[in-house]
């Protein structure tokens, strides 16, 4: 467990923060396009699937956050 404070948690923040904000934009923008034609209940997965992909990288990420590197410790 850390003890001090270190630059990578509130960059980490602002980073994730942007990474995200860029991410809902991309997916507001471009996929309506192509199923917004498609009824209610096809979109919902295809929302699904792109809401919950963002999580996939996020393990790596907060583990960098804590400790410098980007796979867990041994």
């Not at 509130?10 to 507001?28: E, H, M, N, Q, T």
């Not at 699904?48 to 410790?73: A, C, D, N, Q, Y």
């Amino acid at each position: 467990m850390r003890t001090e404070p270190t630059w990578r948690i509130p960059v980490g923040i602002i980073g994730l923060l942007v990474v995200l904000a860029i991410y809902g934009l991309v997916i507001a923008n471009f996929v309506p396009e192509w199923i917004g034609h498609w009824p209610g209940l096809a979109q919902t997965p295809v929302y699904l699937v792109l809401g919950l992909i963002w999580l996939l990288p996020l393990k790596r990420f907060l583990i960098w956050m804590e400790t410098g590197r980007w796979s867990p410790p041994d």
